[in-house]
């Protein structure tokens, strides 16, 4: 943002560094105001002087002496970034980076660095961004040649320890599970994810199924690859002698010579706009948290200072933006409210405006913002506007060099991104030239209200009006987090077809594979106790199923339960406490049915959408393209199904076990199975009745009582 | 391995030497002085770069918030930026008396209101509707933003505030040659603060309730946190209650402002590229006028004993977490240091007990941390932990992994190594403070302020050296008790009938 970035102190110095004129008698105190002030020159900057050059290796090093503080701290840049993590892999580089500093290294475990480092209070960190990776340390001067030998191990012979890689996967399943937990976040995500795509490099995210597929080697190989000398700029700063500094550093390194191919280019960012609104309802929360924007641009645009100064005025600069002062200050609608055109060094950014409201001015909250970028399109801003814009740039510009350790890092950065050295120095100059044309002209031509993305996270139910009322196309975003994929056992050409063998002996033992063939539809009326109740509850049950249509019907001491679904997601639900649409988790239940009905499981091996595979002598697993799954023990004398294990409801692990088989219509089927769930006894079920081809029909399953 | 053995080795008496040093080299830099008034100023003198960081520190926080009226503190630290009588009006005479209407209105419409059934509901009316046209037309005199137009204009950045418990502070950074500015601006918000926008301000916080308390599952768990352990003391909610936000008056918060805003009250600290001599003197012309008042009276409230433990649910649909706190003695009391030392021996890092037990060994935490004072330093708090459990495991598993940590510290000693290791890490994080103007300038004033004296920064590292290994046990021992401990969960909502197939 801007107080980062700023125009020359010289500049600065011109504009506000005129010897006072003779003073004239102050005014008292308490009568003055800040038209009686006149501020002096700030003195002269003294920019600091960074020392640079490459090791043999072909590792640049840029060291910055500073001797206020007994403090040492370096940090590598690593060409590398979790754009380049493999779709199937997505969170690689999180994996990655947080392991290269847990997993110890070919001499030391991870609790050994652990114990060594806490115990001198010395800090060695690893992180993987986007487009590019560090590895950290900082320390206390007296400790500066031990913790430059540890991270130097850290950064050259990492050993990705298997327990620290476990304890982190752990750590990331449980970041999954908590990723909609809070509301801003979502926001955020959901917007960056329609900003970039969410299957592109640029917009996916770590799901349970791609965590899984990162493996140690993985690890391995991805350190070989980008983390070589030549494809890492150093930097150290501190409490030490630059040339004793210099012949450290080319003796630590002196015997890291691998070399690799250099880094591969960034995937592009292609992603078209999305306008529309996008709605994701979360009921316990009683504001809505919104991002409103497309994407943007980078730091080279030749617009950049102009876009700065546009956005400043409109939301970029707290307080006195148009934003903050119009949905704050003047409708107190909001705590906070703010743009910001987000450029990058070398990727397309976004350009966006975020703030929460209370759930019921959520439209008025987004109107009012509209209001604004469309003001700013459409008129030109003061003069005063702009001044105080281009002011609090040019005024704040010495921020930027008030530590050393800020000089360094800017001058590392443009060198890693391939900007000239002086960046600052031409954007503050691009930044004194802009007008008031200029910012209207950049409003107009980079601002697409008609190509907005809104996303909207709130509680719908508390809209005082609804977002329909924007006139835009209202989507639902789906928070749904996909079900982790079970890890499977390996599957052979043998085992398949064993398991075809095994399930061909089942429909012997039932009657047949013609008689299974010819069910169309399939009921079964029963009895259930459920055991999880204290006491026991008794239940009796009503399942009709004509596929891929289920009706489900459950009357219980207090009520019925009606629940109807159309295997395409839809249906409805009738209760004790009213009526209306399937929630997601009854759909699957509703689905998992389905996929478990006796007849057509027992002939998965002719359905190619399964996959039947023998996991055991007498055990075969069916599974299918949509993560379903259930395990199938046979009797070995008798071929029928002893006990079937399968994803029972909140992914816990449900295990039946089948008695009682007798022939209905050819075909013999358990009447009396006890489930399991998690290991508890939850349920006995007695079958008074089957029925199989009754001629069900859609209208009689959908039916509504 | 001849690294594990440092922390033995380096025998903590070099740290506290070091200490010393530190501090006799850091009293150089400083220059402290009181006005007649009783204003205190400590200037630190750091010139690396022309650049200043001010701070001013209030000794008034949410626990002098008074019942019905919670949230009073913050709310008034929301009108320091809202200008002067010069500053942020089109014109001051006709604002004011608007203003001052506006509070006319409010008293009948509040007479009105106290009647209860038997005052009149169109009286009640007819008097919103005038407070309402009374607030737009006062709004009609402001010219908006114009304070922290000003000063960012002038290259002020981070301006911002803040309220905790104990304090309010307000601060930015400047370049060093527009420190006058600061002097202006704050000593005419000091001398006769506007409550303009006040009623606006307050459908802000209103939002900033929702947003960090109401939509946060997290926020909720504190908050509540905070009211079940303290039923008396005022540090219950620091925010205020949406009920009571909902009624602050203006008059209320100058009031306040009269009340606990007087000189002997506030620190104000300099940080950076600042003349001492040039200080002093700017600080005599432009804040030696400030009215001296009676001292602020003390939040005299103690919490009675809590006679056995608390345990809450909140109903939520996030995923688990639980917070809990056993009493302890404000940061004045002389178990403090040994508290600290605790906190991070469990905490800190990827060696403290918490993480390497519950996130590493039994793998049944994503995070479990220790927090030696929640909410408050100047009155007695809550040594605090939470954890969030793993996916499939339990909150009762992680409160159960936890509560034998904290009865093992309570019967067995920590080892040197633990201690040195964290001794080292508390004067490391003293060094490593000291890059910061405005850092420096937040732990001098809180350390003035708190103590008596900005010196405790360094003294309480020596305090902390002094802790030995029986100390550590003995005050886990003294203060975790069950009887004292409280503690909040999350619980799923009942699930709906119809969902529960």
Known sequence: MTSQIGV??????????????????????????????????????????????????????????????????????????????????????????????????????????????????????????????????????????????????????????????????????????????????????????????????????????????????????????????????????????????????????????????????????????????????KTDVNQTFFRLGHLGGRLDDKDYAALEVMNDILGGAGF???????????????????????????????????????????????????????????????????????????????????SPSKTLGRLVTYDYFGYPKDFLFQYQK???????????????????????????????????????????????????????????????????????????????????????????????????????????????????????QVRFEQKLPFGAILVYSDGKGGGWLKGPQGAGPLPPQVVRQANDELFRMHPALWLSDQNPDRKVNAVGPNTVEITDAGGNWIKLEFDPKTGLVAKSNFRGPDNSESEAAYGDWKEVDGIKLPHQWTIQIGGKPAAEITVTEYKINTSLTVEELSKQP | MHWTWIGRLAPAILSAVLAAQDLKEFEKKITEFSLPNGLHFIVLRRPLAPVVSMVTYVNVGSANDTSGKTGLAHMLEHMAFKGTDSLGTSNWLEEKKTLASIEQIYDKLEAERNKGPRGSKEAAAKLEADLKAAIEKANGFVVKEAYSTLIQENGGVGMNAGTSVDSTTYFYSLPSNRLEL???????????????????????????????????????????????????????????????????????????????????????????????????????????????????????TEEPKQEGERRITIETPSQPLIFFGYKRPAASHPDDAALNVLANALSSGRTGTLYKELVEQKKISLAALASPNFASQKYPGLFMFLAAPSPGKTIDENEKAILEIVERVKKEKYGEEVLSRVKNQVRAGLVRGLESNFGMAIQLASNYMLYGDWRRMFTAIQEIEKVTAEDVRRVAETHFVEAQKSAVFTKAPAAKKEESK
């Open chain 1, 8 to 281: 020359a102190l010289l500049a600065c110095q011109m504009a506000f560094g005129q010897a006072a004129p003779a003073r004239r008698a102050a005014p008292p105190a308490a009568m003055r105001t800040v038209k009686d002030l006149k501020f002096g020159p700030l003195p002269e900057l003294k920019l600091p002087e960074v020392t640079t050059f490459t090791l043999a290796n072909g590792m640049k090093v840029y060291l910055l002496e500073n001797h206020e503080l007994p403090l040492v701290r370096g940090s590598a840049r690593i060409r590398a970034g979790n754009v380049h993590d493999p779709a199937n892999k997505t969170g690689l580089s999180d994996i990655f980076g947080e392991v290269l500093r847990t997993g110890g290294t070919q001499s030391k475990t991870g609790d050994q660095l652990n114990e060594m480092l806490e115990g001198i209070a010395a800090v060695i960190e690893s992180d993987v961004g986007e487009t590019s990776a560090t590895i950290g340390f900082n320390t206390l001067t007296e400790h500066t040649g031990k913790v430059l030998d540890t991270f130097k191990e850290i950064l050259t012979e990492p050993a990705f320890s298997q327990d620290k890689i476990d304890i982190l996967k752990n750590q990331y399943r449980g970041v999954i599970a908590r990723r909609n937990d809070q509301p801003s976040p979502i926001a955020s995500r959901e917007f960056e994810r329609l900003m970039y795509g969410p299957t592109t490099p640029w917009g996916r995210q770590m799901e349970y199924e791609t965590l899984e597929n990162i493996t140690r080697g993985d690890l391995f190989a991805y350190h070989k690859r980008f983390y070589f000398p030549a494809n890492i700029l150093l930097s150290v700063q501190g409490d030490f002698e630059t040339a004793a500094m210099r012949a450290q550093i080319e003796k630590l390194f002196a015997d890291w010579t691998v070399k690799e191919a250099p880094a591969p280019p960034l995937p592009p960012v292609l992603q078209k706009a999305v306008p529309g609104a996008f709605l994701a309802s």
């Open chain 1, 320 to 402: 006195t933006s148009r934003l903050m002062k119009k949905v704050r200050s003047d409708m107190g609608l909001a705590y906070g409210v703010s743009s910001g055109w987000n450029a990058q060094f070398d990727h397309t950014g976004t350009f966006v405006i975020s703030g929460s409201t209370k759930s019921e001015s959520t439209v008025d909250t987004i109107r009012a913002v509209l209001g604004e970028v469309e003001r700013i399109r459409s008129t030109e801003v003061t003069d005063e506007e702009l001044r105080v814009a281009k002011d609090s740039t040019i005024n704040s510009f010495v921020f930027n060099f008030d």
């Open chain 1, 430 to 548: 691009a930044l004194a030239a802009v007008t008031k044309a200029d910012v209207l002209r950049v409003a107009k031509q980079y601002l697409r209200p008609e190509e907005f993305t809104l996303v909207a996270v709130g509680n719908p139910a508390e809209f005082k009006t609804p977002l329909e009322s924007l006139n835009l196309p209202v989507k639902k975003i789906d928070l749904t987090i996909p079900e982790p994929k079970r890890a499977q056992p390996a599957a052979s050409a043998e085992t398949l077809a064993r398991g075809k063998q095994l399930l061909e002996k089942l429909q012997q033992a039932v009657g047949g594979a013609g008689k299974l063939a010819a069910v169309r539809d399939y009921s079964h009326n029963a009895d259930v106790k459920l055991l999880s109740v204290p006491g026991g509850m008794k239940a009796t049950q009503v399942t009709r199923i004509l596929p891929p």
């Open chain 2, 182 to 300: 600061w002097f202006l601006l704050t000593s005419k918000v000091f001398r006769q603060p506007v409550m303009r926008e006040f009623y606006k301000e307050r459908d802000v916080v209103r939002e900033e309730r929702r947003m960090r308390i109401e939509s946060s599952a997290q926020g909720k768990m504190q908050e509540t946190l905070q009211m079940s352990a303290f039923l008396a003391h005022p540090q219950r909610t620091l925010i205020g209650f949406s009920s009571d936000i909902e009624g602050l008056r203006a008059k209320d918060s100058e009031a306040f402002f009269r009340q606990h805003y007087v000189p002997s009250n506030m620190v104000m600290v300099l940080a950076g590229d600042v003349d001492p001599v040039k200080a002093r003197a700017l600080a005599a012309t432009y804040f030696s006028s400030l009215p001296t008042g009676p001292t602020p009276p003390r939040v005299t």
